[in-house]
């Protein structure tokens, strides 16, 4: 059974940092790409940043360019956003995805896996 699990929510203020992380069992997660995803509150899913499976390609969306790295440990599972320089247009539920693909992949609908996310709040 594969299961995402994300971490490293909270409440933080403008200008502040936040360190996600995602867990991944059940399943080869050395061959397979990764992904962050949000929901803000009454907005559209945001597809935010990839990386492939051996963590050589990254892909940004302009909202977040300069400000979020996403990164991974393969020996451990896990999948990392950090996120700077937050606002509070970043509040939103955030969401690590994983797609039964190695290359770098863009796009939402290209992701099978889905952890339940976590909450992040920056307050002004």
């Known amino acids: 059974q594969v299961e995402l699990v994300e971490s490293g929510g909270g409440l933080v203020r403008a200008g502040g940092s936040l360190r996600l992380s995602c867990s991944v069992s059940?399943?080869?997660?050395?061959?397979?790409?990764m992904a962050w995803v949000r929901r803000g509150q009454g907005k559209e899913r945001e597809f935010l940043a990839a990386?492939?499976?051996?963590?050589?390609?990254?892909y940004y969306a302009d909202s977040v360019k300069g400000r979020f790295t996403i990164s991974r440990e393969n020996t451990k599972s896990l999948v990392y956003l950090q996120m700077d320089s937050l606002n509070p247009d970043d509040t939103a539920v955030y969401y690590c995805?994983?797609?039964?693909?190695?290359?770098?992949?863009?796009?939402?609908?290209?992701?099978?896996?889905w952890g339940q996310g976590t909450q992040v709040t920056v307050s002004s």
């Open positions: 059940g399943l080869t997660f050395s061959w397979f790409a």
């Open positions: 990386i492939d499976s051996d963590g050589t390609k990254t």
């Open positions: 995805a994983a797609a039964t693909r190695s290359g770098l992949t863009v796009g939402a609908a290209a992701y099978q896996y």
